[in-house]
């Protein structure tokens, strides 16, 4: 099986920033891709940004959150800048690949806070 572990969500203030991270561990053969969603209370579950054989970006954070990747860790990075009270949301990692086994696998974290005031 596939765990994530995501760190870094917490409290600011509009405009500053955070860093979420984002580690797959497990039966991985390939992982295919891996990036954030997010979700506020109401709301569909939304992209934010993801990597696979190219780097989306969701419009609504074009510009201020960056994806990166280190293949080495299986860790995914966004990073947060010039949040907005419309950023808060639950955000989600969520990584799909193959297992050691060539089963596919689509797995999401657990989700991790990330509220801005205002």
């Known amino acids: 099986q596939v765990q994530l572990v995501e760190t870094g969500g917490g409290l600011v203030q509009a405009g500053e920033s955070l860093t979420l991270s984002c580690a797959a561990s497990?039966?991985?053969?390939?992982?295919?891709?891996m990036g954030w969603y997010r979700q506020a209370p109401g709301k569909q579950r939304e992209l934010v940004a993801f990597i696979s054989s190219s780097t989306n970006v969701a419009d609504s954070v074009k510009g201020r959150f960056t994806i990166s990747r280190d293949n080495a860790k299986k860790t995914v990075v966004l990073q947060m800048n010039n949040l907005k009270p419309e950023d808060t949301a639950v955000y989600y990692c969520n990584s799909r690949g193959v297992l050691w086994n060539s089963l596919p696998y689509d797995t999401w974290g657990q989700g991790t806070q990330v509220t801005v005031s205002s």
């Open positions: 497990g039966s991985i053969r390939t992982i295919n891709a």
